[in-house]
């Protein structure tokens, strides 16, 4: 059972650097432009650190919330959460997982009887594709046990960068990339960490920007601070210990 981060930002509020190298944005207008020809202020080792320090804060403990007792698991619940809640994804695992537990015993399934099964999920006949296919692929290829290469998952049917970061770094402790899932693409362009329009583009800025040591706690955190603050349509922006580090133009204060 995932533990869930401890704080929330009215719970843990971070005494905030004030200085201007901190909160680059504050003495100019917010002019997008400006702020991408001003990256290198805004990746300041002070600026990053001081973010670091207050997810580390916010979140001591962040780890993944999709439900799952083994790598494969989490590989198929990583798959269901595209397009999807964790929570809904949570409803359906048990259930799944206690009728069909390992590779083997999605190989040879009739896809309509995995649709049916995951159908609240949305997207449920991509899915189910996918996640027969890669099944099939860990048994054959990889005598039924989750490769643990980003080059391995990576020929896994439905198995893409994010899926592949979150299988690593989450049930293999391995770091090779950092998760960019919606929320870490959100947080991090709104934080400026990064000007990029692609999720591969965004992690490889944040390949350089994050020590690898904190590669897999920083996705997590990031991923629980979108989730819990830094929300898409409404940030709760009053309540933000990031809030004198931002000058995002979605910031409601
Ligand atoms: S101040 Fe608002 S937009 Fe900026 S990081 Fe915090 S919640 Fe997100």
């Not at 999807?84 to 015993?105: G, S």
């Not at 189910?128 to 049917?157: D, F, W």
């Not at 998760?179 to 990029?196: A, I, K, S």
Request: glycine residues 4%.
């Amino acid at each position: 059972m995932p533990t869930k981060p401890k704080s929330h930002a009215k719970a843990a509020a971070v005494a905030q650097p004030k200085s201007q190298i901190l909160n680059p944005g504050s003495s100019r207008a917010a002019n997008p432009k400006s702020k991408i020809q001003n990256r290198k202020s805004y990746t300041s080792p002070e600026r990053v650190k001081a973010i670091f320090a207050a997810l580390d804060k916010l979140f001591p403990q962040a780890e993944c919330a999709l439900r799952h007792e083994n790598a494969f698991q989490l590989l198929v619940a990583t798959i269901l959460s595209a397009q999807c809640t964790d929570e809904r994804v949570n409803k359906v695992t048990p259930e799944l997982f206690r009728k069909f537990p390992a590779p083997k015993d999605f190989v040879g399934l009739a896809q309509e009887d995995l649709e049916q099964e995951i159908r609240s999920t949305g997207f449920f006949r991509n899915k189910a594709k996918s996640i027969i296919g890669a099944a099939t692929r860990i048994v054959q290829n990889y005598g039924g046990k989750v490769p643990q290469t980003m080059e391995e998952l990576l020929t896994l049917p439905g198995v893409a960068r994010k899926t592949a970061n979150v299988v690593l770094g989450t049930a293999f402790g391995i770091a090779s990339g950092v998760v960019v899932d919606t929320h870490v693409f959100r947080v991090t362009r709104r934080l400026n960490l990064t000007p990029q329009e692609t999720p591969e583009k965004v992690e490889l800025d944040l390949m350089k920007l994050v020590p690898q040591d904190r590669w897999v706690s920083f996705g997590h955190q990031v991923i629980w601070f979108g989730r819990k603050i830094c929300q898409a349509r409404s940030p709760l922006c009053p309540e933000c210990p990031l809030e004198t580090l931002c000058d995002s133009p979605d910031k409601t204060t």
